[in-house]
């Protein structure tokens, strides 16, 4: 849920930095406005973590998962 989330967020504020309006942004990321609506709104149980880096990578932004282990306490 975390990577959702932080995806998510970075691809809400590139949107919101373009000044897309949703069906413009529905339109470059290939899904319908009400899939933009839903993102805005912060509705991620909705979206897969593969949909929205595909989103991403339509959106401009490139995405990288780096795995570490957790330190002893």
Request: net charge positive.
């Amino acid at each position: 849920m975390r990577l959702r989330a932080e995806l998510a967020n970075e691809l809400i504020e590139r949107l919101r930095q373009c000044k897309l309006s949703q069906s413009r942004a529905a339109e470059l990321l290939d899904v319908t406005q009400p899939r933009i609506s839903d993102l805005m709104r912060g509705r991620l149980d909705l979206f897969s973590l593969d949909m929205l880096v595909d989103m991403a990578e339509r959106a401009g932004l490139r995405t990288r998962v780096v795995v570490t282990r957790k330190r002893a306490a």
